[in-house]
């Protein structure tokens, strides 16, 4: 079994930040990529940012200078630090893995259960 858990969402004005972590937990062998994805009220899911196993880092365009994601020594947990936030960053951030599960061959993607992050007055 593997599980991807989030925490950190919120409500926050505009300009504020928020931080937002994810733990990945169970029988992995390996971690290919941890990231972050959204979806925003009438939106389709998008990719926020992620990491790759050589430290290789992408982030969409619109948080570019703004979000910041890093991850743990052991890879297992990555966290996504989110300054300058916008009221257009307001919805539902998943956490995304692609793994091997230990006694896998292949990798398979894992999604968390979403925390949700409002950027409001």
């Known amino acids: 079994q593997v599980q991807l858990v989030e925490s950190g969402g919120g409500l926050v004005q505009p300009g504020g930040s928020l931080r937002l972590s994810c733990v990945a937990s169970?029988?992995?062998?390996?971690?290919?990529?941890m990231g972050w994805y959204r979806q925003g009220p009438g939106k389709e899911r998008e990719l926020v940012a992620r990491i790759t196993i050589d430290g290789t880092i992408n982030y969409a365009d619109s948080v570019k200078g703004r979000f910041t994601i890093s991850r743990d020594n052991a890879k297992t947990t990555i966290d996504l630090q989110m300054n300058s936030l916008k009221p257009e960053d307001t919805g539902v951030y998943y956490c995304n893995a692609n793994l091997v599960p230990t006694g896998g061959i292949y990798s398979r993607y894992y999604w968390g259960q979403g925390t949700q992050v409002t950027v409001s007055s």
């Open positions: 169970g029988s992995i062998s390996s971690i290919n990529h």
